[in-house]
């Protein structure tokens, strides 16, 4: 543990899990935070942590897995700064066996995210009186890299060059403006209802980036109607609004987030919700585009995969006898580490493999060898969604949702459109 801790600190923080902010969260307002490398937790919503302990079974390959709920206290160390540690609800802190944190940084890499400054104490042994001494020259590191993150979110849409030392991924994980923001914001609600509450329930869910060296993803808020059955007149009508706005009256379907890595530039693009709210229909394509080019050459090998799963999901949602899901987001995952490159005049047998369709004009004297690239589609958000078997629920649909599966049929059929249209 972090030399800024007292030893009784130190025994505490032992016995929890010290939260950090999920790097890889593009959309959303709720704050989502990694347990480790496998599991992420967010607040937990009565109504979403319903859906996940009664989740279809044909529904679960397009869902993150569930795996419990922690209690979650929001904590200060002796020199103020803020951390959420995760510890197990029946409230014994001897161990966490059951939440499986293997696989946890080690204690002498623990990332204290704070509502003014970050800080990476790399070293258990090192002394306090070190620490103190240093403390000046971290302050200006923090307070250059808050700066920093204060310019990246007024930006709806922006490319962050991955400086060159070290391998990209270690690089990545530190430019997410959005994730920042949420975990700041949550950071401080927290901090404003510390004397009043101080334990919250958080639902532990399978991190879907974890399989990804660069993970790229795309959320995309889906179907015509954001609003639950629940929400005030005010909330309503704002979310009518932002639909009719979007794309999402149009096509049941708007950019809410993503994050593209660019291997051309080696430079990160993001995208945020407020710019994919003023996308038009064409705009929308070109941002689909976008997420499936990597700077040299467009993912074209990725197509058939992703359409071939949303037809698959498209097919489950359409036997969901009263779902609705609203406000909820499709996530799109996959890998934008770069594939190995082999040249047009090497030997045949290194070539075999290539397909005329895998070639770029783009990469020049090279092509590439396609290899099995891995996408993941998965639904996420269910904060407002409602079926008939949620007893107290005054609304009662019936069918299926077909807001949420015209918007399906509207992606698939763009990125039919796109994969077409880029082999010609």
């Known amino acids: 543990m972090s030399p800024a801790f007292g ?11 010290l939260l950090e902010p999920f790097v890889h969260q593009v959309g959303g307002h709720s704050c989502v935070l990694r347990f480790n490398d496998k599991t992420i937790c967010k ?4 109504r979403e942590h319903q859906f996940y302990e009664t989740l279809p079974t044909e529904m679960r390959k397009f869902t993150p897995q569930y795996e419990g709920v922690v209690s979650v206290s929001f904590e200060e160390d002796e020199d103020g700064n803020l951390c959420l540690i995760a510890y197990p609800l ?8 059951n939440l499986d944190n293997s696989d946890c940084e080690p204690k002498s890499k623990l990332l204290r995210w704070t509502n003014k400054k970050t800080m990476l104490l790399e070293n258990e042994k090192i002394s306090k009186e070190w620490v103190r001494q240093h403390r000046k020259e971290e302050k200006m590191k923090s307070h250059k890299l808050e700066e920093e993150f204060e310019w ?4 709806e849409v922006l490319y962050y060059t991955v400086e060159k030392k070290g391998n990209v991924s270690s690089q990545f994980k530190h430019h997410n403006p959005w994730s920042m923001k949420c975990h700041q914001q949550q950071l401080q609600r927290m901090k404003e ?6 334990q919250y329930k958080f639902i532990l869910l399978e991190n879907l980036t974890s399989r990804y060296e660069v993970p790229c993803v795309l959320d995309l808020k889906m179907g015509t109607r954001q609003h639950g059955d629940d929400a005030s007149e005010e909330k309503k009508a704002n979310q009518i609004r932002k639909c009719q706005q979007s794309t999402s009256a149009v096509i049941g379907v708007r950019v809410c987030g993503m994050q593209v890595y660019q291997a051309g530039t080696g430079q990160l693009m993001f995208m945020n919700k407020y710019h994919g709210r003023k996308l038009s229909v064409q705009g929308f394509k070109e941002a689909l585009y976008q997420f499936f080019h990597n700077g040299k050459y467009l993912r074209r090998e990725l197509f058939e995969s992703v359409i071939k799963k949303l037809t698959e999901l498209k097919a489950v949602l359409e036997k969901q006898e009263s779902y609705r899901f609203y406000s909820s987001s499709l996530l799109i995952i996959y890998d934008g580490k770069e594939r190995q490159e082999v040249a047009v005049d090497s030997d045949p047998e290194d070539l075999e493999d290539l397909s005329e369709e895998s070639s770029d004009e783009s990469a020049g004297a090279y092509a590439y060898k396609p290899t099995a690239s891995t ?19 005054s609304v009662v649909h019936e069918g299926q949702d077909t807001g949420y599966v015209f918007g399906l ?3 698939i059929d763009i990125i039919k459109e796109i994969r077409d249209e880029s082999s010609e």
């Open 409 to 411: 049929q509207n992606l």
């Open 90 to 97: 029946n409230g014994d802190h001897d161990n966490l066996e």
């Open 43 to 46: 607040p937990l919503i009565q």
């Open 193 to 198: 209802n510390a004397k009043h509450r101080n």
């Open 152 to 155: 990246l979110k007024k930006s």
């Open 375 to 393: 996408v993941d589609v998965r639904m996420i958000d269910f904060a407002h969604t409602t079926c008939k078997y949620y007893g107290e629920d």
């Open 7 to 17: 030893a009784m600190e130190v025994e505490h923080y032992s016995k929890g899990v």
